[in-house]
């Protein structure tokens, strides 16, 4: 990691978020999907292996990100990874950052993504397209193993679909409140898609309990933070990250 730094604002109280009584029920399903240490170090995903070398920097930054969160979320939160833009890795900061939580062991820990099932986090994990529908189909939470360690893996699209606006805001203030009843204390690591060109994106911003905002050297410019800035304001924190610095990805 070549560069960490961090953005503070205040602390916002938490809202109100009652299920709504009509969501679809999400299940842990009973089917387990392994994983691939070569398929997943080949996509520099690495972070399940607490010996590399490069896992520290991921443990920096999950370190960073739970000292940060208020206390009252500190066993519970929602961390969105995101960029300005496209092509910065946002989604494998995102599983690295779900990999290191859960060598914590503290809790479960949820990976929720928004991309199709050739993009994203799914491309990231070396999913089959069966794999991703199966996941995506009926709001299901499927687990995902590696090295004795186990993250959940489910996807936001039925979540959200057909909505805009503030229904994005409050579908994700009620799926939160069914994934933390339905996995009892989780993280929760989503897959946010960039700020600049998925007006989705800026809807999340104010339900999440941190922000990680992924900056690439060869791609984000200082007007594109500027840009962020308006769409940040509702986060309760913000934590910046530079990537792409060296010849490995982070």
Request: hydrophobic share 40%; proline share 7%; glycine share 6%.
């Amino acid at each position: 990691m070549s560069a960490l730094a961090r953005v503070e604002d205040p602390v916002l109280p938490e809202p109100e978020s009652p299920p709504v009584a009509s969501s679809p029920p999400h299940k842990v399903s009973e089917r387990v999907i392994a994983l691939s240490p070569r398929k997943l170090k080949a996509k520099r995903v690495v972070s399940f292996d607490g010996a590399d070398e490069i896992t520290r920097s991921f443990d920096v930054l999950r370190n960073t990100c739970m000292k940060d969160l208020a206390p009252r979320v500190a066993n519970r939160p929602m961390i969105g990874v995101t960029s300005p833009s496209a092509e910065s890795g946002v989604s494998t900061t995102a599983i690295n950052l779900a990999f290191s939580l859960a060598r914590l062991k503290k809790g479960n820990v949820l990976l929720a993504d928004l991309a199709p099932a050739d993009q994203g986090c799914w491309r990231q994990l070396g999913l089959g397209r069966k794999d991703v529908e199966f996941c995506s189909e009926h709001d299901r939470i499927v687990p995902m193993q590696i090295a004795g360690l186990t993250v959940h893996g489910t996807s936001l699209l039925p979540v959200i679909e057909g909505r805009s606006g503030a229904e994005i805001e409050t579908a994700l203030r009620d799926w939160g409140t069914r994934m933390r009843r339905e996995l009892g204390p989780v993280s929760i690591v989503l897959d946010v898609p960039p700020l600049l060109s998925d007006e989705r994106a800026a809807h999340f911003m104010s339900e999440l309990d941190l922000v990680v905002l992924v900056l690439a050297t060869s791609k984000s410019r200082m007007a594109d933070l500027d840009t962020c800035r308006s769409y940040l304001h509702g986060a309760t924190k913000v934590q910046l990250v530079l990537n792409k610095a060296r010849s490995y990805d982070f």
